[in-house]
């Protein structure tokens, strides 16, 4: 569903990607791990379009996307639950889920559904957004991703400033997430939990792909190697 | 783990362009100093005026280009500058000369309790607010029928002194305020306060955490550009000979100023310099032209901020290299000694 | 003690004004942190524009200046966009400067080409009698008709512009690009269009401003920065992010000068003026700041 082919990006003069190699098919988790200035969220950052990338770099659905603006590629059916959730302060629960279904695409994905997949948000649906627990506000984060009924859904350190329990409840919901042929891109520096949850994954280290695998073949010491660079 | 080879340094500053320019500046500095003894007075009052210019636009490039305070209220210091040297020199029977230098130390001791309500804002709101702070000045001034109120008054004190001695004297000042704002900022700049403040202005948490006290610094500043605005005030007025609070406290001192700086080239030392001589220029071929000229002028600096936001000097620098009052600090590696 | 109350009454109608003066900058800075120190000098240029479409249109007194007033709004809402998406969109950033230079830029260009066209003198935009027109109240008391619909329509717009971003997708969009940008890329959001719509809406209600306020009193191409203080000022006695904040903000603002003049004219202005300074040395966030 989604291809990359030997991405390489910048930021001024400073290289952050050094020619990555990256494919996600149709209904696939696959994790993205490394550690911190490793290159995942520039990665994620020329996926969604808010860095800039040759347009033949990244193709989805076999039509090349690197470049477009961020708007565009919502539109194609890519959404991301941005790294720091990046909730809007001044929104309540519902209205940043409705500002995720701005570029709505049809799909199963409307606030009954997201709902039903983290019932306590409709508990606190006219609650102002900064008042939630980090748990919670990342939830409001998937969900508003999933109110554009992406077909590719790319979450960013989700696991990020929260409990272990919490992280456990959010993964826990990803198997609905998938169950209408989500793709899934997880990105995480907690190695256990990507394994986990994915079926494949890429390790980045400096800006380059040092391993891949399917997830439950990889053993713990080849992932250290690969995320240290040992 | 070999040892860290030993490496000696040295930081250097000088530029090649700025030898070369010190010696012109000083050539050029002297050559002026002569004006009273052949020059037109015409020439003298154009240079008077383009002197004050140069004065309030150093301070506001100082404050705006170098401190990240852009204030619309600056006038308030120099209508203060010349008022005070009205007070001294009619009220209380100063000599206005001396008087001088002292309006505008008392600029800047007025600017200390002003900051306090003025950092209360930040950025455009800080820029409109400080034009209030301007226009509460004006209408006091305004409604002080002692200094003459709203159609302001005459420099008296001047009067007994003959009027070549008075010219003459008055370009001097002007000419030693302008050379001195020019000093005052470059030193300001190479010094270790100077270096802060361009630290806060690229990121005031990252300063604050390697201990520079920003507030301190960022007062240090207004304060400074407080006491150029009142010199520049002072002088104009000295000789200008006559006052009113709409001159004094005109916003037009800060439109033109933006002008000079915005094309000059901001955040430079050279930029205000080259400005001022260009806005001379200008108002010598175009002022004729009344509105449509001043048409021009905002139009001109719209475009320069919008496709040359580093002014005329700015992109000459820039594209060149070139920097005649070189303020960076250079890291000079020397080779080690071969063993 | 009568006349403390009409003193009072005409504070209030005053500070409905200088609401109506504000609500447009309130609008943009609240969206894109922008300051537009041009923003009076739109609302005296809108004067002039309704002062000519009045003259234009050939109708009654009575009937021109209403007429004016909807033939300015689309040009107004296009005015607004227009400017902001090609020229305000690229001075915004982290520095305030290029936005103040290039507004206070157009600011002079606007002051000098109606000086240009309608030479120095002050106009008014004639209403058949209707700024003259007032209403008894019981005592001696009279409140003139425009100033009661002056007032009454900022209320309005108070009401309107905080419904338009509580409640409506628009308003949500506001918010969103106001709180943060980048984020709401990703939802699909052009800031740069989300941005114009914001001035163009602010532009209207600079053209309601600017009509009413011509049909009150005369204006002269110069009269601008005045403006731009008072509304700056409302905005800030009432607390940024709340629109009712910026009605009371006026309320307050036009009190106090009423009072002040009620003392000495010269000193209505300035006493205005030291009412905002003590306020932001006491109160920084205003009356009512909803905004982070």
Known sequence: MLTVHNLKAFYGDFQALFGIDFEVSHNEVVAVIGANGAGKSTFLRTVCGLLKAPRDAVRFEDEPIGGLAPGLIVRRGIAMVPEGRRLFSSLSVEENLLMGAYARRPGPWSLASVYKLFPILEQKRLVPSPTLSGGQQQMVAIGRALMSNPKLLICDEISLGLAPIVVKEIYDALPAICADGMTVIVVEQDVGVAQRVSSRLYCLQEGRVSLTGRSAELTRDQVSKAYFGV | MTSAPQVSYSISRATHASRAGGAVAIALILLLATFPFWADSGWMRDFDEMACYLMFAMMWNLLAGYGGMVSIGQQAYLGLGGYGLLVMGNLWGFNPFFAVPVAALFAMLVALPVSRVAFRLQGGYFAIGTWVIAEVFRLSFANWSEVGGGSGTSLIALQGIPKATRQAATFWFSLVGAVASVALVYWFLRSRQGLAMLAIRDSEVASESQGVNVRATKLGVYLVAAFGAGLAGALYFLGNLRISPDAAFSVNWTAFTIFIVMIGGIGTIEGPIVGVVLFYLLNRFFSDYGTWYLVGLGLLAIVVTIKFPRGLWGYVAHRYDLHFFPVQRRLLLHEPPTK | ?292
């Open chain 3, 1 to 292: 003690m009568l006349s403390w109350i009409d003193t009072l009454l005409q504070g209030v109608l005053l500070g409905g004004l200088y609401a109506l003066f504000a609500m447009g900058q309130a609008l943009i800075f609240g969206v894109m942190r922008l300051t537009n120190t041009a923003h009076g000098d739109f609302i005296i240029l809108a004067a002039f524009a309704g002062f000519s479409l009045a003259l234009s249109t050939g109708m009654t007194a009575a009937a021109a200046p209403w007429v004016a007033m909807a033939l300015l709004l689309p040009i107004a809402f296009a005015a607004g966009y227009g400017l902001q998406r090609f020229v305000l969109n690229d001075t915004l950033g982290r520095d305030p400067l290029p936005s103040l230079v290039v507004t206070f830029g157009l600011a002079i260009v606007i002051q000098n080409v109606l000086q240009e066209v309608y030479s120095a003198d002050p106009r008014s935009i004639e209403s058949g009698g209707f700024d003259t027109a007032s209403i008894a109240l019981s005592n001696g008391l009279a409140v003139g008709t425009l100033p009661l619909l002056i007032f009454c329509i900022a209320v309005a717009m108070a009401v309107g512009m905080q419904w338009l971003f509580d409640r409506t997708p628009i308003g949500r969009a506001f918010r969103a690009v106001s709180d943060d940008k980048d984020a709401a890329e990703l939802m699909g959001l052009d800031h740069r269009h989300v941005y114009a719509l914001a001035t163009g809406i602010a532009f209207l209600l600079v053209a309601v401003a600017g009509t009413l306020y011509g049909m009150k009193t005369t204006v002269a191409p110069t009269d601008g920065p005045a403006l731009l203080l008072f509304a700056f000022e409302a905005v800030i006695i009432g607390g940024m992010g709340s629109f009712y904040g910026t009605l009371v903000g006026g309320i307050v603002l036009g009190v106090t000068q009423a009072i002040g003049f009620r003392f000495d004219p010269g000193w209505g202005i300035w006493f205005g003026h030291i009412v905002f300074l003590t306020m932001l040395v006491f109160r920084p966030s205003g009356l009512f700041a909803k905004t982070r």
